[in-house]
């Protein structure tokens, strides 16, 4: 059955601008291949937008996202914020701010590797080799929403690290019921032997685990959890956390991957869906051609399985990037000192191989 839908387009800063566009050709792609629909609109966020109209989130570009099916994001930040923190408009306040009004609570990041790059990764093979997490970030709460303040005198800063129990509660059900379809393995990571705010975490969720008996829940603190992470990638299946502790443990778990750049997300709540990769704008590369658009292409795959249910359809885009891997090409993050000259592939190159696979 053919489908119709709206997807907005945000390439935002960096080399969000050069691989947002491949991910756009594969939905375009798919949708001529299986006689969908899909109209694109595009829209600015971020440092372009701060340039454009003095908002790291225009209204325009808010109501442009109100309005669509589905959202494909590139990736946002600039080098002059990080190396100012003075600055009081800043990027990611555009994503912070879009992530709110669209009620993107919970942040899915699978990571999958892939056999074709056990070699990539700095962890041995041996540990690597079957690993299949998925990550449930919480996404509207913790210390990045929290009350923020500076003393006048400038010399003390503090952050309030806040949830309630609804906010808990809501994205626990959504990973207890992915963990049904999966292994029925979920590990809820907190701090609950220090902090407040974990305690009612980890009482939130043993309350919902009892609604889900056929699965089987673990608690790790997060120190821990980083530990192990590394140590035994395989032990883990759903893993639960809150804002902060979810952005630094899905950082670390795309070395599980081999590069950021091989690994997408959904940040998604009730209604719209918001795609993109987990790498950053990276600016240090930025324009070079060089970046992965296989994020970017995952992120699409993503979006037409989570948003559309469009499974067939997201399962060929997946198999087209396993095919480009196995045939050896290569972008610079992935590849290594075995990787042939004429496999070496430029962000467009290995874009284009990947539709190649794909018709």
Known sequence: ?????????????????????????????????????????????????????GSPLPDETL?????SDAILFGAIGHAKYDNDPTLK????????????????????RPIKLFDELLEASSIKPEILQGADILF?????????????????????????MIYHRYEVARIAHKAFAAAQGRRKKLCSVDKANVLESSRLWREVVLEIAKEYP??????MFIDNAAMQLIKDPKRFDV??????????????????AGSMGMLASASVGDAIGFYEPIHGSAHDIAGKGIANPLASILSAALMLDISFGLKE????????????????????DIANKHT???FFLSTDQMGTKVLENLS
């Open 214 to 219: 056929d699965v089987e829940t673990e608690h």
């Open 239 to 256: 893993v639960l956390t809150a804002n902060l502790f979810g952005d630094i443990l899905t950082d670390e778990a795309s070395q599980i």
């Open 1 to 53: 059955m053919s489908v119709e839908k709206k997807i907005l387009v945000i390439p935002g800063d960096g080399i969000g601008q050069e691989v947002t566009t491949w991910g756009q050709k594969v939905l375009t792609a798919i949708a001529r291949n299986y006689h969908h629909t899909f109209t694109f609109d595009e829209a600015l966020m971020g440092h372009v937008a701060i340039e454009a109209t």
């Open 313 to 332: 359809e997201s399962s060929r885009v997946i198999k087209a990037v396993e095919a480009t891997l196995r045939q050896g090409y290569r972008t610079m």
């Open 340 to 342: 042939p000259n004429d």
């Open 89 to 108: 408009v800043r990027p990611e306040q555009g994503l912070l701010k879009i992530r709110k009004e669209l009620g993107l609570y919970a942040n899915l």
């Open 63 to 67: 109501e442009k996202a109100r309005q």
């Open 136 to 160: 449930f970030r919480e996404l509207t709460g913790d210390v990045y929403f929290g009350e923020k303040k500076r003393s006048e005198d400038r010399n003390t800063a503090s952050d309030l």
